[in-house]
């Protein structure tokens, strides 16, 4: 339909006369407002600039911090695909943060369909990189899956070197445009390996606080090396206000074994930890690491692709179906409830459980309001499988252990039904309490 056009005079006769109310009018003045012309199209990493929310999830300390894990992101891609070993992030002394991997560097060729460098397509179109090439990686990170054009969109300048073909590669960004195309600064020395350097200011447009906190991202890396066993993450901060250069460097051969140790130090275990592993030779790779401690609450993590679900999702539930009901069955076949007389719920067996369990999937479907709860459907099926199989057997190698384990969960259950008539005794003491004064107001009331 065409644009309606509107002359002034003619409203106010069509007024006058009655052929036209004020609600039409109005309709009608909206509607001619609303044309071709109103379309806008957002090119390139506009639209990224436009609406940060959409991209980051905030633009608030949540949001600042996620530029770095998207860059970080790129680097753990590269170690879980076998060819990056050592990462490192630094908050410089002007604020900006730089990320430095050894990995094979981001392809600066000229890409085939786009007619310019690789490097430049990874860096100003979104969605672009080797993570939506099955051959390049398998499986990779990135909560949001925009990658590090997001991270140059929203900077004020931004920097990335490829050190990659013998020769270090260099080009520079503003507001995520290209100042100018990849440039080949210099060859490569002897002592140069490959891998790719990313450094960039936040715009102080869009943030509001670009003030970098050491231990939000430290608590992130730390996270990562844990569940990326033999990669080396570093975090040095060299802002001029801190007195002393704080450096932590990362490294867990244990994986999330150790992971668990460290999550559990405080408290003493009842047992050595469980670790479970499918392999990486099935449709979804799961890795496991659980143990109970004398205390009386649960810490579980869960991620996926390194993601940390905080909304839980599939996984999470194969994960506590297949330990509820291996738990259960053991002790049923093995006579250890014989004698107990309250029911065995869900969070009984959870109480006093540190566990970590990662699992690796080829097309996360992410739902939630911050997307980190994993929805495809597949993945329950193979969480519940392999660990009802694994910790039945982990159960019958172990008696003893196993039967401390019961014992444990036979507790929880019986402190949650004491807690529970302890509830209804002081209920029904209320009511007793309460039903006399309320009869004699009764009373009065009738009196009056």
């Not at 445009?177 to 450094?199: F, H």
């Not at 844990?226 to 993450?233: A, Q, T």
């Not at 401690?293 to 539930?317: A, P, S």
């Amino acid at each position: 339909m065409e644009p309606t056009t509107t002359d002034p005079a003619a409203e106010d006769a069509a007024l006058d006369d009655g052929s036209l109310d004020a609600e039409d009018l109005e309709a009608d003045r909206e509607l001619s407002a609303y044309a071709a012309s109103n379309i806008q199209i957002l090119e390139g990493l506009e639209a990224v600039r436009k609406r940060p929310a959409m991209y980051i999830g905030d633009v608030g300390m949540r949001g600042l911090h996620h530029l770095v894990y998207e860059v970080v992101d790129n680097a753990i891609d590269e170690a879980m695909a076998g060819h990056c070993s050592e990462i490192e992030v630094v908050i410089c002394e002007d604020g900006c943060v730089r990320v430095t991997d050894d990995g094979r560097g981001i392809p600066v060729e000229e890409h085939p369909s786009e007619g310019r460098s690789a490097l430049e397509v990874v860096m100003t179109v979104l969605h672009a990189g080797g993570k939506f090439d099955e051959g390049s990686y398998k499986v990779s990170g990135g909560l949001h899956g925009v990658g590090v054009s997001c991270v140059n969109a929203l900077s004020g300048r931004f920097e990335a070197e490829v050190r990659r073909n013998g020769s270090l590669w260099r080009q520079t960004y503003e507001k995520g445009a290209p100042l100018g195309p990849v440039e080949e600064v210099r060859p490569l020395s002897s002592g140069d390996g490959t891998g790719t350097e990313i450094t960039f200011w936040p715009d102080t447009d869009i943030f509001k606080e670009t003030d970098f906190r050491f231990d939000t991202l430290a608590d992130r890396l730390r996270e990562l090396a844990y569940l990326n066993p033999g990669v080396r993450i570093a975090i040095e901060d060299q802002r001029e206000e801190d007195e002393d250069l704080r450096r932590e460097e990362y490294e867990f051969e244990g994986g999330i074994a150790a992971f668990v140790d460290y999550l559990d130090e405080a408290r003493d275990p009842i047992h050595e930890t469980i670790t479970i592993e499918s392999g990486e030779d099935v449709e979804v790779p799961v890795e496991l690491a659980m143990r109970y401690n004398d205390g009386f609450n649960q810490n579980v993590l869960t991620f996926v692709n390194n993601i940390n679900t905080h909304e839980g999702g599939t996984h999470v539930t194969g994960f506590r179906r297949a330990l509820t009901r291996t738990l259960k069955t053991y002790a049923q076949e093995n006579g250890l409830l014989d004698k107990v007389k309250c029911d065995l719920r869900g969070d009984d067996f959870r109480e006093g459980l540190t566990a970590v369990l990662s699992i690796k999937v080829a097309d996360p479907q992410f739902e939630g309001q911050t997307k980190t709860k994993l929805g495809n459907s597949e993945v329950q099926g193979a969480v519940e499988s392999l660990m009802g199989t694994e910790l039945g057997k982990w159960l019958e190698d172990h008696p003893d252990t196993a039967e401390k384990i019961i014992e444990k969960v036979v507790m929880a259950a019986q402190a949650r039904s004491a807690a529970r008539k302890a509830r209804e005794l002081v209920q029904r003491k209320s009511v007793l309490m309460c039903a006399p004064s309320t009869s004699a107001s009764v009373m009065t009331m009738m009196r009056s």
